[in-house]
C-alpha cells in the first residue's frame, strides 16, 4: 500500500507559479513511477505530467510542455511539480498517482495508487 499526500495547491494570477509537492508513504517509493493528473468541473480527468521509477524519463501533456517541470527525491519520497506560466484555464484539482514498475505514464489506469488531490485556482 502506498499513500499519497498532495500539497502546494492554491490560487495565483495568470502568469504566476505554483509548487505542487506529493508526499508518498508505505512501500518503497523508488520502485513507483509518478503521474500528475487533473480534473476540472464538468471534465475528465486528463494527464498532465510523469516521471519514471529512477527519475531519468519524464513525460508532459502537450497543455503544459514547456511551462510544468516534474521531478521527484527519492531521499524524501516526494514528487513535485513546478508550475510556471499559469493559465485561467489550468485551473483543476490535482491529483498525483504511483505506479509499480512505471517508466512514467500518461495512462491513468495503469496507476495503482492516488491521492486526494489539491485544488489549484488560476484567476485572469
Known amino acids: 500500500q502506498v499513500q499519497l499526500v498532495e500539497s502546494g495547491g492554491g490560487l495565483v494570477q495568470a502568469g504566476g507559479s505554483l509548487r505542487l509537492s506529493c508526499a508518498a508513504s508505505g512501500r518503497t517509493f523508488s520502485n513507483y513511477g509518478m503521474g500528475w493528473f487533473r480534473q476540472a468541473p464538468g471534465k475528465e480527468r486528463e494527464f498532465v505530467a510523469a516521471i519514471s521509477w529512477s527519475g531519468g524519463s519524464t513525460k508532459y501533456a502537450d497543455s503544459v510542455k514547456g511551462r510544468f517541470i516534474i521531478s521527484r527525491d527519492n531521499a524524501k519520497n516526494t514528487v513535485y511539480l513546478q508550475m510556471n506560466s499559469l493559465k485561467p484555464e489550468d485551473t483543476a484539482v490535482y491529483f498525483c498517482?504511483?505506479?509499480?514498475?512505471?517508466?512514467?505514464?500518461?495512462?491513468?489506469?495503469?496507476?495503482?495508487?492516488w491521492g486526494q488531490g489539491t485544488q489549484v485556482t488560476v484567476s485572469s
Open positions: 498517482a504511483a505506479g509499480w514498475g512505471s517508466t512514467g505514464s500518461a495512462i491513468g489506469r495503469e496507476y495503482q495508487y
